[in-house]
């Protein structure tokens, strides 16, 4: 068998380990976060204890955005959205979602991280995918990461709201279709892809929300994983508006 298809193999056994024996092999070793220390929203916000913080920008901009959206409160939903400040690799769920580029075979930040915590198999995987196309996902086993699976999707170069909220409908939809109940989001194409931050946010929150309307029963956490001090900001100023709690 073939480098390149060696990875079927490895694939196969990783996907029929129970937890336990997955452990074994993290690339993070013992360092891995499990679902059950990351709080839902709700409790984020009450821990935090935190006011919306507008110093950034003018208090007309947010007060417009939250005129024009006006969400209820959905007391199930906000407990399945959840923020966590850290090494989206380190997460132990059923998928993270990688901001990869249209060839998928690596890159910079967070995909560079991902292929290197999941080790040389993934590359082997990604390298019979044939790319992706911007605005649409496919899925790999995780192999040495303790997420069981990766799912790339492609941002837009630039400001394309059109293209950023596909990313993020078909990489969900990409989980619904392999059971995959726990994913988490990096912040795609903000960084060297240009997209605006909080154009980002404003456009990122309501879609994950009219998925998690439309299958409540099938997601049970969905991850916003922040790194730059910037999109914690933007998160902690609009989760309120989007995921309200009264």
């Known amino acids: 068998m073939s480098s390149n298809n060696h990875f079927q193999k ?33 409790a984020f916000y009450k821990e935090n204890s935190y006011s919306v913080s507008t110093a950034a920008h003018p ?17 199930e939903i906000n407990e399945k959205v959840s923020v966590f400040y850290g090494d989206i690799t380190k997460l132990e769920i059923d998928a993270i979602v990688n ?18 915590a999941a080790g040389p ?29 990766v799912i790339h999707t492609v941002g837009p170069i630039g400001e394309k709201p059109s293209m950023l909220e596909q990313c993020y409908r078909r990489s969900m939809q990409v989980a619904l279709e392999n059971n995959i109940k726990t994913i988490a989001f990096p912040c795609i194409s903000t960084g060297v892809y240009g997209y605006p931050n909080e154009k980002a946010v404003q456009l990122v929150l309501p879609v994950v929300r009219t998925m998690l309307e439309a299958h409540k029963d099938k997601f049970e956490r969905v991850i916003f994983c922040l790194f730059l001090d910037i999109d914690k900001k933007l998160y902690n100023r609009y989760l309120p508006i989007i995921y309200p709690l009264n």
Do not use: M
């Not at 208090?59 to 007391?75: G, H, I």
């Open 10 to 42: 490895v694939k196969f056994e990783k996907l029929s380990q129970n937890r336990k024996e997955r452990r074994r092999d993290y690339s993070c070793g013992d360092k891995f976060i499990q679902l059950k220390k990351i709080p839902s929203w709700p």
């Open 59 to 75: 208090q007309s901009l947010v007060d417009k955005f939250k005129d024009e959206c006006r969400y209820q409160v959905d007391a």
């Open 99 to 116: 901001a990869a580029n249209n060839s998928l075979l690596g890159g910079g930040g967070v995909d560079g991280a991902i292929h290197r």
């Open 121 to 149: 198999f993934l590359l082997n995987e990604c390298q019979t995918l044939n790319g992706c196309d911007t605005g649409d996902a496919k899925i790999t086993g995780g192999y040495d990461l303790p997420a069981r699976y």
